[in-house]
């Protein structure tokens, strides 16, 4: 970093926080915190922001991973109370985790991240901060340059990325030296604890750490942040391109995308676009699920069509004009909130609202409706009477025939009422609930999705 900025950690700080990660005063921020240098040091400085026009809302997150022992981690956990208090900002904590659960370092990452959601939610926060600084991207990226990876891999450890879908992991310290946040904390006394397992030269990132002189480490970070920069500019121009036609069925765990503009893309491109895709199902929440090995397997089956399965229960689905990305298994999420407004229907103007047209909102007869709507998945057994038809049939088999994907089948959801299926959501009414002549009274039914989901 340059020394212009070292004087003034805590500033530099402030406006990585504005400037890069879109921090606005105010926001709640869980502090992922080990007792460790460079946490420490996080915490410290994002407290510090209040002071350079940047009041964040902290609270500190301390996690037992069940690596050191008892006595290792009570006093890991006493140096983060203290700071806590030092601080005047609240702490949680957890861990150890079930047996099993961390035993690898890509276990316990994963429970890691699953533990500090799961805080960030308890407290309201929009953003898990952890310490990761300019040395760890060094190392990152030498790690995975000796493993072959492409432009992904090489751009490091990203400054913010989506943990689910309202909370955002954020890295304030990147462009930040290691021994500069130690600097920090000896001029203001503040202490810290040393992780003997960081010294174990049979774990890889401890391993590399050994190899680099501390000169180069800035001259790698530069450089990863330049390949950074370089894939966001290549992001940003397959949005605008191939990206722009996918389709997410939140409901279905699954995303549409046009077969003939991802087959236009080779290569690294292909990899961006189908990894845009994953991350619309968030599907790093589980870990890598995309490799460079796939790139070839994923181009074959654009031109041939069929079906591949890849890590982490996640499957490439290519079949006519449509090549979907989607979970194996249909994910849990909260359906999306129904709202039913009961007027008479001397009042109402059917031909206006009808005018005015909208996928997710309808008009039904409130006495066929009923007093309690209920809207929930489709079944297999669900019937009605599509309104233009006369025979009652199959919801799912009217579906196929309009030609909706099995993919999106499953993510249908529908409207029943004390008369049965009422309205296929976006698709159809069913001709028994629409009003007629002498309906006397009208409900407006609208679906949009939930604001906490």
Known sequence: MPATLQSDLAGAVAAVCRSRLGLEPGDAVLVAVSAGADSCALACLLAASADRGLPLRLVLGHLDHGWRGADEAAADRACVEALAARLGLPLVCSGPPPQGDAATEDGARRWRYRQLAAMARAHDCRYVATGHHAGDQAETFLMR??????????????????????????????????????????????????????????????????????????????????????????????????????????????????????????????????RLAGEMLRAERSGPWFTRRHVALCAALLEVGGELDLPHGLFLHVAGKTAWLAWRKQPEVSLPSLSVDVVERAAFDLDAWRAAGSSQRAAVDADMLGDAPCLRLLRSGDEFTPLGGRRRQRVAAWLSRAGVPGLARRGQVVVEGVSGVAWVVGRRLDAGHAVAKGARRVALLGVCENADD
């Open 145 to 274: 340059l000796l493993r072959g990876s492409g432009l992904v891999g090489l751009a490091g450890i990203p400054h913010r990325r989506p943990l689910h879908p309202k909370l955002t992991v954020i890295r304030p310290l990147l462009e930040i030296e290691p021994q500069d946040l130690r600097a920090y904390l000896r001029a203001r006394g503040v202490t810290w604890r040393e992780d003997a397992t960081n010294a174990d030269l049979s774990r890889d990132r401890a391993a590399i750490r050994a190899r680099i002189a501390h000169s180069h480490a800035p001259t790698l970070a530069a450089l990863a942040g330049r390949l950074r920069r370089r894939l966001e500019r290549r992001i940003a121009r397959i949005e605008a391109d191939a990206a722009r036609g996918f389709v997410q069925h939140e409901v279905a765990g699954a995303v549409a995308m046009p077969r003939a503009d991802l087959s236009r893309l080779h290569g690294e491109d292909l990899a961006l676009a189908l």
